[in-house]
């Protein structure tokens, strides 16, 4: 979704009140992404408001089953008009107005990419499906969940560390791994 920044300027009060609903592609969303969004513009450039919501497929970290999660997101972006002659210091304590992105060049902006990324930003970075995950599957002999689990209880260590215990073997560490 595409808007003109001449077309917002053309609107009543300079608002343009948006339904958005899409599906974003790169998102592992079952549903689109719907909501609502006001785009306003002033003189400085244009603030983008609203809440989003979607439905998320995601993959325990710990379980390593799938599960869905409802994921709200609140926009709250402001575009700038970026002066070209304007020399920014390259080491200088930054402030709240520094956190803006430029309106382009073209005029146009592009809604689907900032959803976007607002729905990136707020998608949990280590998943779990709940306060009741029943942790890694309990596999059989030689399956991978257990491989190493039950050689590193018989030998005291993890098989897999064995290559760096021969970096320094002089030196004895008080820990087991």
Same mark, same amino acid.
């Given at each position: ?8 300027? +053309?609107?009543? $009060?300079?608002? #343009?009140? !948006?339904?958005?609903?899409?599906? @974003? ?6 549903? *689109? /992404? ?15 408001? +609203?809440?989003? $919501?979607?439905? #998320?497929? !995601?993959?325990?970290?710990?379980? @390593? ?6 994921? *709200? /997101? ?104």
């Amino acid at each position: 979704m595409k808007v003109s920044i001449d077309d917002l300027r +053309g609107q009543p $009060q300079q608002r #343009l009140v !948006l339904s958005f609903k899409e599906s @974003l592609a790169g998102l592992e969303t079952v549903k *689109p /992404v719907v909501g609502d969004l006001t785009l306003t513009a002033g003189s400085w450039g244009v603030h983008i408001s +609203g809440r989003v $919501q979607t439905l #998320l497929k !995601l993959t325990c970290d710990r379980c @390593l089953r799938p599960y869905f999660q409802s994921l *709200p /997101v609140e926009i709250d972006e402001r575009l700038v008009y970026q002066s070209k002659d304007a020399a920014v210091p390259k080491e200088r304590e930054l402030s709240r107005n520094d956190f803006v992105e430029p309106i382009p060049d073209n005029g146009i902006l592009d809604i689907s990419d900032i959803v976007y990324q607002a729905v990136t930003l707020a998608t949990p970075t280590y998943c779990l499906c709940g306060a009741e995950c029943p942790g890694p599957p309990a596999g059989e002999e030689g399956s991978a969940a257990s491989l190493g689990r039950g050689k590193a209880e018989r030998t005291g260590g993890d098989p897999r560390w064995k290559n760096l215990k021969t970096l320094f073997p002089n030196e004895e560490s008080g820990e087991k791994s």
